[in-house]
């Protein structure tokens, strides 16, 4: 079974523009999670999808968004980029989107923001 | 609001040594507990998981973890450090009626020949 596959891997973007990140999830899994990780603030979650629907939201601006497809993959995506956005972003899914269920990640996109 | 914390940003051992990584969760109710390792530029992949079947889980790559309940506390063990454990450790937690896992800062593990 093929995991979760995430593009691009690597971005490179200017302040002010904005960004659409893109994540497959396991076949058959229906819930995915985005995560912002850097190097101060560590793993931080963005939300969850579950069927199409927005399940959970962390704590980030409005910049920050996503949706879901009716296949499960998902996107996410950050408008009017800042500096303090460069990071990876990591993809998981599961499942049901339980709290006892394995995540299983994608590699990340790095986006780097100039 | 629940939260995880991992002792130490960074731990040193030699190869064939012990490896003992802390991790504590903050929650009335014990949560769901689980060790994820990170290699660099990949994902996190799960080395075992506490979902209250049994307080000592055995994972991949001989690692094991012990819930304890009185000490909040899910620490993480191998008896004899690899080259190959060279890597990046989380801890994370997760309730039930939410569905979002917190996880720790992260523990950065050394292996020295």
């Known amino acids: 079974k093929a995991g979760v596959t995430q593009t691009p891997r690597y971005l490179i973007k200017t302040r002010g523009q904005q960004v659409t990140l893109s994540c497959s999830p396991i076949?058959?899994?229906?819930?995915v999670s985005w995560y912002q990780q850097t190097p101060g603030q560590g793993l931080q979650f963005l939300f969850e999808?579950?069927?199409?629907?927005?399940?959970n939201k962390g704590n980030f601006p409005g910049r920050f968004s996503g949706r879901q497809f009716s296949n499960s993959r998902s996107e996410m995506n950050v408008s009017t980029l800042e500096l303090g956005d460069s990071a990876l972003y990591l993809c998981?899914?599961?499942?049901?989107?339980?709290?006892?269920?394995?995540?299983?990640f994608g590699p990340g996109t790095r986006l780097l923001v100039l | 609001a629940q939260s995880v914390t991992q002792l130490g940003s960074h731990v040193s051992v030699s190869e064939g040594a012990l490896v003992l990584l802390r991790c504590n969760y903050s929650?009335?109710?014990?949560?769901?507990l689980f060790w994820y390792v990170q290699y660099p530029n990949q994902g996190l992949q799960l080395l075992l998981k506490y979902t209250s079947a049994a307080t000592l889980v055995k994972g991949i790559n001989g690692f094991e973890a012990e819930f304890k309940k009185s000490e909040t506390s899910f620490h993480l063990t191998k008896p004899s450090a690899h080259m190959s454990d060279a890597a990046e450790y989380f801890c994370a937690a997760a309730n039930t009626g939410g569905f979002k896992t917190i996880f720790g800062a992260g523990t950065r593990l050394f292996v020295k020949a």
């Open positions: 929650s009335s109710v014990p949560p769901y």
């Open positions: 998981a899914s599961t499942g049901e989107g339980s709290p006892q269920e394995t995540q299983y």
């Open positions: 999808y579950f069927s199409e629907t927005q399940r």
């Open positions: 076949s058959g899994h229906r819930s």
